[in-house]
Protein backbone atom coordinates (compact mmCIF):
# COMPACT_ATOMS: atom_id res chain seq x y z
CA UNK A 1 0.00 0.00 0.00
CA UNK A 2 2.64 2.18 0.67
CA UNK A 3 4.50 1.65 -2.53
CA UNK A 4 1.08 2.45 -4.55
CA UNK A 5 0.47 5.49 -2.31
CA UNK A 6 4.49 6.87 -3.13
CA UNK A 7 3.91 5.96 -6.90
CA UNK A 8 0.06 7.63 -6.97
CA UNK A 9 1.73 10.90 -5.40
CA UNK A 10 4.78 10.73 -8.12
CA UNK A 11 2.27 10.09 -11.09
CA UNK A 12 0.76 13.11 -9.20
CA UNK A 13 3.76 15.69 -9.41
CA UNK A 14 4.58 14.52 -13.07
CA UNK A 15 1.10 15.10 -14.23
CA UNK A 16 0.95 18.79 -12.96
CA UNK A 17 4.22 19.30 -14.38
CA UNK A 18 2.46 18.25 -17.83
CA UNK A 19 0.16 20.86 -17.36
CA UNK A 20 2.25 23.82 -17.20
CA UNK A 21 2.73 22.98 -21.69
CA UNK A 22 -0.20 23.38 -23.56
CA UNK A 23 1.49 20.15 -25.96
CA UNK A 24 1.95 18.18 -22.81
CA UNK A 25 -1.08 19.17 -20.61
CA UNK A 26 -3.87 16.44 -21.94
CA UNK A 27 -1.15 13.96 -21.28
CA UNK A 28 -0.47 15.54 -18.02
CA UNK A 29 -4.13 15.04 -16.74
CA UNK A 30 -4.65 11.79 -17.64
CA UNK A 31 -1.57 11.03 -15.94
CA UNK A 32 -2.75 12.63 -12.67
CA UNK A 33 -5.99 10.44 -13.50
CA UNK A 34 -3.91 6.97 -13.66
CA UNK A 35 -2.19 8.29 -9.84
CA UNK A 36 -5.64 9.34 -8.16
CA UNK A 37 -7.33 5.74 -9.21
CA UNK A 38 -3.71 4.01 -7.58
CA UNK A 39 -4.82 6.20 -4.95
CA UNK A 40 -7.88 5.25 -4.27
CA UNK A 41 -7.48 1.36 -4.88
CA UNK A 42 -4.33 1.74 -2.56
CA UNK A 43 -7.11 3.38 0.36
CA UNK A 44 -9.45 0.71 -0.01
CA UNK A 45 -6.72 -2.00 0.06
CA UNK A 46 -5.33 -0.26 3.26
CA UNK A 47 -8.95 0.49 4.88
CA UNK A 48 -10.47 -2.67 3.54
CA UNK A 49 -13.64 -1.62 6.06
CA UNK A 50 -16.35 -1.05 2.74
CA UNK A 51 -17.19 -3.79 0.32
CA UNK A 52 -15.70 -3.46 -2.61
CA UNK A 53 -18.74 -3.72 -4.59
CA UNK A 54 -20.09 -0.59 -2.57
CA UNK A 55 -16.58 1.40 -3.51
CA UNK A 56 -16.67 -0.24 -7.32
CA UNK A 57 -20.31 1.07 -7.16
CA UNK A 58 -19.43 4.96 -6.48
CA UNK A 59 -16.66 4.87 -8.68
CA UNK A 60 -18.97 3.94 -11.41
CA UNK A 61 -21.65 6.49 -10.36
CA UNK A 62 -18.66 9.14 -10.19
CA UNK A 63 -17.27 8.10 -13.40
CA UNK A 64 -20.88 7.87 -15.31
CA UNK A 65 -21.66 11.35 -13.71
CA UNK A 66 -17.92 12.94 -14.45
CA UNK A 67 -18.26 11.66 -18.04
CA UNK A 68 -21.70 13.28 -18.79
CA UNK A 69 -20.69 16.28 -17.55
CA UNK A 70 -17.59 16.77 -19.49
CA UNK A 71 -19.38 15.71 -22.77
CA UNK A 72 -21.77 17.92 -22.33
CA UNK A 73 -20.57 21.03 -20.26
CA UNK A 74 -19.43 23.62 -23.00
CA UNK A 75 -16.15 25.50 -22.50
CA UNK A 76 -17.50 28.69 -21.69
CA UNK A 77 -19.17 27.09 -19.00
CA UNK A 78 -16.34 25.98 -17.57
CA UNK A 79 -15.65 27.65 -14.79
CA UNK A 80 -18.87 27.06 -13.47
CA UNK A 81 -18.27 23.76 -13.60
CA UNK A 82 -14.56 23.85 -11.61
CA UNK A 83 -16.16 26.01 -8.82
CA UNK A 84 -18.93 23.30 -8.24
CA UNK A 85 -15.97 20.50 -8.42
CA UNK A 86 -14.34 22.38 -5.62
CA UNK A 87 -17.20 22.56 -3.48
CA UNK A 88 -17.55 19.07 -3.88
CA UNK A 89 -14.03 18.64 -2.63
CA UNK A 90 -14.27 20.87 0.44
CA UNK A 91 -17.94 18.92 1.41
CA UNK A 92 -16.16 15.65 0.68
CA UNK A 93 -13.75 16.79 2.90
CA UNK A 94 -16.00 18.18 5.74
CA UNK A 95 -17.74 14.84 5.75
CA UNK A 96 -14.45 12.68 6.52
CA UNK A 97 -13.90 15.27 9.69
CA UNK A 98 -17.80 15.01 10.88
CA UNK A 99 -17.66 10.88 10.26
CA UNK A 100 -14.15 10.89 12.37
CA UNK A 101 -15.78 13.02 15.26
CA UNK A 102 -19.48 10.89 15.44
CA UNK A 103 -17.73 7.68 15.36
CA UNK A 104 -14.66 8.38 17.61
CA UNK A 105 -15.24 11.26 19.28
CA UNK A 106 -12.91 14.03 20.56
CA UNK A 107 -10.22 13.02 22.69
CA UNK A 108 -10.44 16.27 24.80
CA UNK A 109 -13.86 16.62 25.09
CA UNK A 110 -13.42 12.63 26.12
CA UNK A 111 -11.03 13.73 29.31
CA UNK A 112 -7.82 13.15 28.17
CA UNK A 113 -5.01 15.31 28.56
CA UNK A 114 -4.75 18.37 26.53
CA UNK A 115 -0.86 17.72 26.11
CA UNK A 116 -1.44 14.52 24.60
CA UNK A 117 -0.39 15.33 21.12
CA UNK A 118 -3.01 13.08 19.05
CA UNK A 119 -5.59 14.79 20.91
CA UNK A 120 -4.19 18.22 20.13
CA UNK A 121 -3.54 17.47 16.62
CA UNK A 122 -7.38 16.17 16.52
CA UNK A 123 -8.61 19.29 18.21
CA UNK A 124 -7.10 21.25 15.54
CA UNK A 125 -7.45 19.17 12.31
CA UNK A 126 -11.04 18.17 13.28
CA UNK A 127 -12.58 21.93 13.29
CA UNK A 128 -10.35 23.26 10.98
CA UNK A 129 -11.57 20.55 8.10
CA UNK A 130 -15.33 21.42 8.88
CA UNK A 131 -14.46 25.13 8.15
CA UNK A 132 -12.46 25.15 5.40
CA UNK A 133 -14.04 22.56 4.04
CA UNK A 134 -17.95 23.85 4.70
CA UNK A 135 -17.15 28.10 3.58
CA UNK A 136 -15.24 25.98 0.27
CA UNK A 137 -18.90 24.41 -0.39
CA UNK A 138 -20.81 27.52 0.22
CA UNK A 139 -18.91 30.04 -1.39
CA UNK A 140 -18.07 27.61 -4.48
CA UNK A 141 -22.14 27.36 -4.60
CA UNK A 142 -22.50 31.27 -4.48
CA UNK A 143 -19.47 31.49 -7.19
CA UNK A 144 -21.28 29.15 -9.17
CA UNK A 145 -24.09 31.18 -10.13
CA UNK A 146 -22.79 34.68 -10.04
CA UNK A 147 -20.58 32.75 -12.89
CA UNK A 148 -23.77 32.26 -14.25
CA UNK A 149 -24.63 35.68 -14.51
CA UNK A 150 -26.91 35.72 -11.56
CA UNK A 151 -27.94 38.67 -9.55
CA UNK A 152 -27.51 37.35 -5.93
CA UNK A 153 -28.60 39.98 -3.41
CA UNK A 154 -25.72 41.25 -0.78
CA UNK A 155 -28.01 42.37 1.92
CA UNK A 156 -24.67 43.70 4.05
CA UNK A 157 -22.63 46.67 2.76
CA UNK A 158 -19.79 48.98 4.20
CA UNK A 159 -18.88 47.98 7.74
CA UNK A 160 -21.83 45.91 8.45
CA UNK A 161 -20.27 43.37 6.22
CA UNK A 162 -17.27 43.23 8.59
CA UNK A 163 -18.68 43.72 12.02
CA UNK A 164 -21.18 40.70 10.82
CA UNK A 165 -18.50 38.34 9.53
CA UNK A 166 -16.50 39.06 12.43
CA UNK A 167 -19.43 38.16 14.67
CA UNK A 168 -20.31 34.67 12.93
CA UNK A 169 -15.80 33.96 13.23
CA UNK A 170 -16.03 34.78 16.94
CA UNK A 171 -19.46 31.87 16.80
CA UNK A 172 -17.22 29.67 14.99
CA UNK A 173 -14.50 30.23 17.80
CA UNK A 174 -16.98 29.87 20.60
CA UNK A 175 -18.32 26.40 18.82
CA UNK A 176 -14.81 24.83 18.02
CA UNK A 177 -14.16 25.06 21.75
CA UNK A 178 -17.67 23.64 22.84
CA UNK A 179 -16.62 20.67 19.81
CA UNK A 180 -13.43 20.40 21.32
CA UNK A 181 -13.31 20.44 25.30
CA UNK A 182 -16.61 19.74 26.02
CA UNK A 183 -18.28 17.77 23.73
CA UNK A 184 -18.68 13.99 24.44
CA UNK A 185 -21.11 11.52 23.71
CA UNK A 186 -23.28 10.97 20.39
CA UNK A 187 -25.39 14.07 20.63
CA UNK A 188 -23.14 16.46 21.88
CA UNK A 189 -20.59 16.16 19.53
CA UNK A 190 -23.22 15.52 16.43
CA UNK A 191 -24.53 19.02 17.53
CA UNK A 192 -21.62 20.88 18.00
CA UNK A 193 -20.27 19.68 14.98
CA UNK A 194 -23.33 20.36 12.66
CA UNK A 195 -23.52 23.44 14.23
CA UNK A 196 -20.05 24.52 13.49
CA UNK A 197 -20.56 23.52 10.07
CA UNK A 198 -23.65 25.25 9.66
CA UNK A 199 -21.84 29.14 10.95
CA UNK A 200 -19.08 28.03 8.25
CA UNK A 201 -21.35 27.51 5.98
CA UNK A 202 -22.77 31.37 6.36
CA UNK A 203 -19.55 32.40 6.75
CA UNK A 204 -18.69 31.02 3.07
CA UNK A 205 -21.89 32.72 1.61
CA UNK A 206 -20.96 35.74 3.21
CA UNK A 207 -17.23 36.42 2.47
CA UNK A 208 -18.26 35.24 -1.50
CA UNK A 209 -21.63 37.06 -1.84
CA UNK A 210 -19.83 40.77 -1.67
CA UNK A 211 -17.17 40.33 -4.51
CA UNK A 212 -17.60 41.36 -8.09
CA UNK A 213 -18.95 38.87 -10.86
CA UNK A 214 -15.90 40.00 -12.48
CA UNK A 215 -13.48 38.45 -10.20
CA UNK A 216 -15.41 35.25 -9.84
CA UNK A 217 -12.53 33.60 -11.31
CA UNK A 218 -9.86 34.46 -8.91
CA UNK A 219 -12.53 33.40 -6.28
CA UNK A 220 -12.65 30.14 -8.07
CA UNK A 221 -9.23 29.32 -7.75
CA UNK A 222 -8.54 30.45 -4.27
CA UNK A 223 -11.64 28.35 -3.36
CA UNK A 224 -9.84 25.79 -5.16
CA UNK A 225 -7.11 26.23 -2.93
CA UNK A 226 -8.70 25.69 0.08
CA UNK A 227 -10.70 22.59 -1.01
CA UNK A 228 -6.56 21.58 -1.35
CA UNK A 229 -6.11 22.82 2.15
CA UNK A 230 -9.44 21.39 3.69
CA UNK A 231 -8.77 17.92 1.93
CA UNK A 232 -4.66 18.05 3.18
CA UNK A 233 -6.36 18.63 6.86
CA UNK A 234 -8.50 15.60 6.65
CA UNK A 235 -5.52 13.53 5.30
CA UNK A 236 -4.09 14.34 9.02
CA UNK A 237 -7.44 13.26 10.68
CA UNK A 238 -7.44 10.09 8.96
CA UNK A 239 -3.95 9.38 9.17
CA UNK A 240 -3.51 9.24 5.50
CA UNK A 241 -0.43 10.57 3.63
CA UNK A 242 -1.99 10.60 0.06
CA UNK A 243 -4.30 12.78 1.45
CA UNK A 244 -2.22 15.13 2.42
CA UNK A 245 0.33 14.78 -0.19
CA UNK A 246 -3.05 15.49 -2.94
CA UNK A 247 -4.35 18.28 -0.70
CA UNK A 248 -1.06 20.19 -0.57
CA UNK A 249 -0.37 20.45 -4.32
CA UNK A 250 -3.78 21.30 -4.84
CA UNK A 251 -3.31 23.87 -2.14
CA UNK A 252 -0.55 25.06 -3.21
CA UNK A 253 -1.05 25.60 -6.89
CA UNK A 254 -4.28 26.86 -6.00
CA UNK A 255 -2.34 29.71 -4.08
CA UNK A 256 -0.04 30.41 -7.43
CA UNK A 257 -3.25 30.27 -9.79
CA UNK A 258 -4.79 33.01 -7.60
CA UNK A 259 -1.41 34.95 -7.52
CA UNK A 260 -1.15 34.92 -11.52
CA UNK A 261 -4.29 36.29 -11.82
CA UNK A 262 -4.37 38.75 -9.51
CA UNK A 263 -1.11 40.02 -11.31
CA UNK A 264 -2.36 40.00 -14.49
CA UNK A 265 -5.30 42.54 -13.20
CA UNK A 266 -2.67 44.53 -11.41
CA UNK A 267 -4.62 43.96 -7.94
CA UNK A 268 -3.66 42.37 -4.56
CA UNK A 269 -6.05 40.00 -3.69
CA UNK A 270 -6.92 41.70 -0.64
CA UNK A 271 -8.70 44.06 -3.21
CA UNK A 272 -10.20 41.56 -5.22
CA UNK A 273 -12.41 40.32 -2.11
CA UNK A 274 -13.06 43.57 -0.46
CA UNK A 275 -13.55 45.00 -4.28
CA UNK A 276 -17.15 44.48 -6.55
CA UNK A 277 -15.73 45.10 -9.84
CA UNK A 278 -18.90 43.88 -12.16
CA UNK A 279 -21.45 43.78 -10.15
CA UNK A 280 -22.10 47.59 -9.26
CA UNK A 281 -20.15 49.17 -12.06
CA UNK A 282 -22.76 51.16 -13.41
CA UNK A 283 -22.99 49.42 -17.14
CA UNK A 284 -21.69 51.18 -19.57
CA UNK A 285 -24.42 53.06 -22.11
CA UNK A 286 -24.02 52.88 -26.67
CA UNK A 287 -24.94 56.72 -26.13
CA UNK A 288 -21.53 57.37 -24.64
CA UNK A 289 -19.45 56.86 -27.62
CA UNK A 290 -19.36 59.80 -29.85
CA UNK A 291 -17.00 58.59 -32.89
CA UNK A 292 -18.39 55.37 -33.89
CA UNK A 293 -16.98 54.06 -37.46
CA UNK A 294 -19.07 51.03 -38.59
CA UNK A 295 -17.07 48.36 -41.34
CA UNK A 296 -18.12 45.13 -42.85
CA UNK A 297 -15.99 41.96 -43.80
CA UNK A 298 -15.79 42.93 -47.01
CA UNK A 299 -13.93 46.48 -45.84
CA UNK A 300 -11.60 44.50 -43.94
CA UNK A 301 -10.68 42.20 -46.30
CA UNK A 302 -9.71 45.52 -48.16
CA UNK A 303 -7.65 46.67 -45.69
CA UNK A 304 -5.67 43.25 -45.38
CA UNK A 305 -5.10 43.13 -48.84
CA UNK A 306 -2.31 45.18 -48.31
CA UNK A 307 -1.20 43.95 -45.03
CA UNK A 308 2.23 42.49 -44.22
CA UNK A 309 1.51 41.92 -40.49
CA UNK A 310 -1.87 41.17 -38.66
CA UNK A 311 -1.87 40.53 -35.03
CA UNK A 312 -5.24 38.42 -34.23
CA UNK A 313 -6.53 39.36 -30.40
CA UNK A 314 -8.91 36.89 -29.18
CA UNK A 315 -11.38 37.39 -26.04
CA UNK A 316 -14.88 35.86 -24.34
CA UNK A 317 -16.92 36.37 -27.74
CA UNK A 318 -14.53 33.91 -29.27
CA UNK A 319 -15.41 31.01 -27.14
CA UNK A 320 -19.16 31.91 -27.01
CA UNK A 321 -19.87 32.29 -31.38
CA UNK A 322 -17.18 29.26 -31.54
CA UNK A 323 -15.25 30.93 -34.24
CA UNK A 324 -11.57 29.29 -33.79
CA UNK A 325 -11.90 27.15 -36.48
CA UNK A 326 -12.81 30.14 -39.23
CA UNK A 327 -10.37 32.07 -36.96
CA UNK A 328 -7.59 29.76 -37.79
CA UNK A 329 -8.98 29.56 -41.43
CA UNK A 330 -8.19 33.74 -42.34
CA UNK A 331 -5.09 33.56 -40.75
CA UNK A 332 -3.44 30.80 -42.88
CA UNK A 333 -4.93 32.73 -45.90
CA UNK A 334 -3.50 35.52 -45.14
CA UNK A 335 0.00 33.98 -44.81
CA UNK A 336 -0.89 32.37 -47.68
CA UNK A 337 -0.88 35.83 -49.30
CA UNK A 338 2.21 36.64 -47.41
CA UNK A 339 1.66 38.37 -44.43
CA UNK A 340 2.92 37.55 -40.93
CA UNK A 341 -0.02 36.21 -38.57
CA UNK A 342 0.30 36.27 -34.77
CA UNK A 343 -2.38 35.66 -32.25
CA UNK A 344 -1.33 37.88 -28.56
CA UNK A 345 -2.75 35.86 -25.52
CA UNK A 346 -4.31 38.23 -22.61
CA UNK A 347 -3.67 36.14 -18.95
CA UNK A 348 -7.15 36.99 -18.05
CA UNK A 349 -9.18 36.81 -21.49
CA UNK A 350 -12.02 34.89 -21.46
CA UNK A 351 -13.23 33.44 -17.90
CA UNK A 352 -10.96 31.18 -17.48
CA UNK A 353 -6.99 31.02 -17.47
CA UNK A 354 -5.50 29.37 -19.90
CA UNK A 355 -9.50 29.51 -22.20
CA UNK A 356 -7.67 31.36 -25.44
CA UNK A 357 -4.83 28.68 -25.65
CA UNK A 358 -7.35 25.93 -25.40
CA UNK A 359 -9.07 27.56 -27.36
CA UNK A 360 -7.00 27.91 -30.66
CA UNK A 361 -5.31 24.77 -29.09
CA UNK A 362 -8.68 23.12 -30.50
CA UNK A 363 -8.51 24.78 -33.75
CA UNK A 364 -4.83 23.31 -34.37
CA UNK A 365 -3.31 26.77 -34.11
CA UNK A 366 0.32 26.74 -34.11
CA UNK A 367 1.99 27.17 -30.49
CA UNK A 368 4.86 29.47 -32.20
CA UNK A 369 1.96 31.78 -33.26
CA UNK A 370 0.70 31.94 -30.10
CA UNK A 371 2.47 35.34 -28.07
CA UNK A 372 2.05 36.20 -24.61
CA UNK A 373 1.16 40.08 -23.83
CA UNK A 374 4.99 41.18 -22.30
CA UNK A 375 6.26 39.77 -25.51
CA UNK A 376 3.87 41.07 -28.38
CA UNK A 377 2.92 44.50 -26.52
CA UNK A 378 5.76 46.15 -27.88
CA UNK A 379 5.37 44.90 -31.44
CA UNK A 380 1.60 46.86 -32.08
CA UNK A 381 2.78 49.89 -32.88
CA UNK A 382 5.12 48.14 -36.27
CA UNK A 383 1.37 46.21 -36.78
CA UNK A 384 -1.15 47.27 -40.13
CA UNK A 385 -4.59 45.39 -39.12
CA UNK A 386 -5.26 44.66 -35.53
CA UNK A 387 -8.16 42.19 -35.32
CA UNK A 388 -9.75 42.47 -31.89
CA UNK A 389 -12.13 38.95 -31.94
CA UNK A 390 -14.53 39.46 -28.95
CA UNK A 391 -12.58 40.73 -26.41
CA UNK A 392 -13.38 43.97 -24.82
CA UNK A 393 -11.62 44.46 -20.98
CA UNK A 394 -8.50 43.36 -22.27
CA UNK A 395 -8.04 45.69 -24.94
CA UNK A 396 -9.53 48.71 -22.81
CA UNK A 397 -6.94 51.69 -23.03
CA UNK A 398 -8.72 52.93 -19.94
CA UNK A 399 -6.51 50.53 -17.86
CA UNK A 400 -3.55 52.61 -19.66
CA UNK A 401 -4.98 56.45 -19.89
CA UNK A 402 -7.92 56.92 -16.59
CA UNK A 403 -6.55 56.64 -13.24
CA UNK A 404 -9.98 56.67 -11.96
CA UNK A 405 -11.70 53.66 -14.32
CA UNK A 406 -12.01 50.80 -11.97
CA UNK A 407 -9.30 48.42 -13.83
CA UNK A 408 -6.78 51.19 -13.83
CA UNK A 409 -3.45 49.73 -14.16
CA UNK A 410 -4.76 46.43 -15.37
CA UNK A 411 -2.02 45.49 -17.73
CA UNK A 412 -3.86 45.11 -21.68
CA UNK A 413 -2.78 44.35 -25.16
CA UNK A 414 -1.53 48.10 -26.47
CA UNK A 415 -3.73 47.37 -29.67
CA UNK A 416 -4.17 51.06 -30.24
CA UNK A 417 -1.04 51.39 -31.01
CA UNK A 418 -1.51 49.20 -34.44
CA UNK A 419 -1.93 51.40 -37.54
CA UNK A 420 -5.81 49.97 -37.50
CA UNK A 421 -7.88 47.89 -35.10
CA UNK A 422 -10.77 46.24 -36.16
CA UNK A 423 -13.30 45.31 -33.23
CA UNK A 424 -15.40 42.29 -34.04
CA UNK A 425 -18.42 42.13 -31.74
CA UNK A 426 -21.87 42.26 -31.66
CA UNK A 427 -23.12 46.02 -29.97
CA UNK A 428 -21.49 48.49 -28.01
CA UNK A 429 -22.17 46.59 -24.96
CA UNK A 430 -19.74 46.46 -22.00
CA UNK A 431 -17.31 43.45 -21.31
CA UNK A 432 -17.44 41.38 -17.70
CA UNK A 433 -15.98 44.49 -16.17
CA UNK A 434 -19.29 46.42 -17.42
CA UNK A 435 -17.62 49.72 -18.23
CA UNK A 436 -16.79 51.89 -21.26
CA UNK A 437 -14.07 50.96 -23.54
CA UNK A 438 -12.75 54.60 -24.83
CA UNK A 439 -10.92 52.25 -27.85
CA UNK A 440 -14.18 52.00 -29.66
CA UNK A 441 -14.10 56.10 -30.39
CA UNK A 442 -10.58 55.78 -31.55
CA UNK A 443 -9.41 57.64 -35.23
CA UNK A 444 -7.40 54.23 -36.07
CA UNK A 445 -10.51 52.10 -34.68
CA UNK A 446 -13.47 50.93 -36.64
CA UNK A 447 -16.52 48.43 -35.32
CA UNK A 448 -17.36 45.01 -36.86
CA UNK A 449 -20.98 44.84 -35.38
CA UNK A 450 -21.68 40.84 -36.02
CA UNK A 451 -21.31 37.73 -34.84
CA UNK A 452 -17.68 36.86 -34.67
CA UNK A 453 -18.00 33.74 -36.36
CA UNK A 454 -20.38 35.02 -39.24
CA UNK A 455 -17.95 38.47 -39.35
CA UNK A 456 -14.65 35.73 -39.60
CA UNK A 457 -16.63 33.83 -42.37
CA UNK A 458 -17.45 36.92 -44.60
CA UNK A 459 -13.63 37.66 -43.95
CA UNK A 460 -12.47 34.34 -45.42
CA UNK A 461 -14.92 34.69 -48.24
CA UNK A 462 -14.03 38.00 -49.32
CA UNK A 463 -10.32 37.79 -49.28
CA UNK A 464 -10.68 34.37 -50.94
CA UNK A 465 -12.65 36.69 -53.66
CA UNK A 466 -9.56 38.87 -53.81
CA UNK A 467 -7.52 36.32 -55.51
P1 LIG B 1 -14.98 40.66 -22.10
O1 LIG B 1 -14.38 41.93 -21.63
O2 LIG B 1 -15.90 39.94 -21.19
O3 LIG B 1 -15.72 41.01 -23.47
C1 LIG B 1 -16.22 40.01 -24.29
C2 LIG B 1 -16.92 40.69 -25.44
O4 LIG B 1 -17.28 39.65 -26.34
C3 LIG B 1 -18.19 41.39 -25.06
O5 LIG B 1 -18.00 42.79 -25.06
C4 LIG B 1 -19.22 40.94 -26.10
O6 LIG B 1 -19.74 42.07 -26.80
C5 LIG B 1 -18.39 40.09 -27.07
N1 LIG B 1 -19.13 38.91 -27.54
C6 LIG B 1 -19.86 38.05 -26.82
N2 LIG B 1 -20.38 37.11 -27.62
C7 LIG B 1 -19.95 37.38 -28.87
C8 LIG B 1 -20.16 36.79 -30.14
N3 LIG B 1 -20.93 35.70 -30.30
N4 LIG B 1 -19.55 37.32 -31.22
C9 LIG B 1 -18.80 38.44 -31.09
N5 LIG B 1 -18.57 39.05 -29.92
C10 LIG B 1 -19.15 38.54 -28.83
O7 LIG B 1 -13.87 39.61 -22.53
P2 LIG B 1 -12.29 39.68 -22.47
O8 LIG B 1 -11.80 40.89 -23.19
O9 LIG B 1 -11.85 38.33 -22.90
O10 LIG B 1 -11.97 39.93 -20.93
C11 LIG B 1 -12.16 38.94 -19.92
C12 LIG B 1 -12.79 39.53 -18.68
O11 LIG B 1 -12.96 38.50 -17.67
C13 LIG B 1 -11.94 40.60 -18.03
O12 LIG B 1 -12.76 41.56 -17.40
C14 LIG B 1 -11.16 39.82 -17.00
O13 LIG B 1 -10.66 40.62 -15.94
C15 LIG B 1 -12.26 38.90 -16.49
N6 LIG B 1 -11.60 37.82 -15.79
C16 LIG B 1 -11.07 36.79 -16.48
C17 LIG B 1 -10.33 35.85 -15.82
C18 LIG B 1 -9.70 34.75 -16.57
S1 LIG B 1 -8.79 33.77 -15.76
N7 LIG B 1 -9.85 34.63 -17.86
C19 LIG B 1 -10.12 35.93 -14.44
C20 LIG B 1 -10.68 37.01 -13.75
C21 LIG B 1 -11.41 37.95 -14.45
P3 LIG B 1 -21.16 42.00 -27.53
O14 LIG B 1 -22.14 41.53 -26.53
O15 LIG B 1 -21.39 43.40 -28.00
O16 LIG B 1 -21.02 41.04 -28.68
Known sequence: VEYLYLLATLLFVYGISGLTRVRTARRGNRIAGVGMLIAVVA??????????WVAVLGMAIGSVIGYVLAVRVPLTAM?????????????????????????????????????????????????TTI?????????????????????????????????????IGILIIVLSLWLVLWSSGALSLTTSSLLLALASGVLGV??????????????VALLNSYSGIAAAASGFIINNPMLVVAGSLVGASGLI???????????????????????????????????????????????????????????????VAQAQHTLRELGE?????????????????????????VLLAEADVSYDKLFEMDKINGDFKNTDVVVVVGANDVVNPAAREDPSSPIAGMPILDVDHAQTVVVIKRSLSPGYAGIRNPLFDKENCLMCFLDAKEALQGMVTEVKALG
Open 43 to 52: VLLEAGAISW
Open 79 to 127: PEMVALLNGLGGAASTFVALAYIIVNGMHLGEGQALMDIEGLAQSITLP
Open 131 to 167: LIGTVTLTGSVVAYYKLAGRKLLHPLKGASRHYTNAA
Open 206 to 219: FLVLPIGGADMPVV
Open 257 to 319: LTNIMCKAMNRSLGNVLLGGIGDDAAAADAREYKHIKETTPEEVAMLFDGATSVIMVPGYGLA
Open 333 to 357: LLEARGATVRYAIHPVAGRMPGHMN
